[in-house]
């Protein structure tokens, strides 16, 4: 459930975004282990996170 929200949300600033002509990129991106933080050191050594703005 977590996920299809977080992807209407996305959607949802897409079309804001396109409608207001912001030229910027998303991401959408989901952790398994998001409680206990299993996956996210995993992803940041391996660049996943690189050049990324800002996380909602």
């Given at each position: 459930?977590?996920?299809?929200?977080?992807?209407?949300?996305?959607?949802?600033?897409?079309?804001?975004?396109?409608?207001?002509d912001?030229?910027?990129?998303?991401?959408?991106?989901?952790?398994?282990?998001?409680?206990?933080?299993?996956?996210?050191?995993?992803?940041?050594?391996?660049?996943?996170?690189?050049?990324?703005?800002?996380?909602?």
């Amino acid at each position: 459930m977590l996920g299809i929200n977080g992807l209407g949300g996305l959607l949802a600033t897409k079309a804001a975004m396109e409608r207001h002509d912001i030229k910027v990129g998303l991401r959408f991106t989901g952790e398994p282990a998001e409680k206990v933080r299993g996956t996210k050191p995993i992803h940041a050594a391996q660049g996943y996170y690189d050049g990324l703005a800002s996380m909602v």
